[in-house]
């Protein structure tokens, strides 16, 4: 059974740093791809950044490119995301996830369907 765990969130002020991470157990994760999603109140899910297991491909959506770096230590089963000059739009609840089916070549996935596996969110707040 997976399970994911993300530790992390936070209160922090614009233009701080935080690092999520996301510790994943209950088999090998190879083949897999694991995931950062955010959601805010009022507003839907959306991706953040992803990155598969093995190859370690990353991807982000545009708003966090150059702010967050998405990255994964395969002996420790964990996914860090550094969130770099954080913003209050930024603020959300922030969901790991792991997609079993993303594969050893192409990128990872950025639609939440593909996402079978759920963590229970950790909370960021950026105070401007």
């Known amino acids: 059974q997976v399970q994911l765990v993300e530790s992390g969130g936070g209160l922090v002020q614009a233009g701080g740093s935080l690092r999520l991470s996301c510790a994943a157990s209950?088999?090998?994760?190879?083949?897999?791809?694991v995931g950062w999603f955010r959601q805010a109140p009022g507003k839907e899910r959306e991706f953040v950044a992803a990155i598969t297991w093995d190859r370690g491909i990353p991807t982000y959506t545009d708003s966090v490119k150059v702010r967050f770096t998405i990255s994964r230590d395969t002996a420790k089963n964990t996914v860090y995301l550094q969130m770099n000059s954080l913003k209050s739009e930024d603020t959300a609840v922030y969901y790991c996830a792991a997609d079993p089916s993303a594969g050893f070549i192409r990128p990872p996935s950025t639609s939440f369907r593909d996402y079978e596996y759920w963590g229970q969110g950790t909370q960021v707040t950026v105070s401007s």
């Open positions: 209950g088999r090998t994760f190879s083949g897999y791809a």
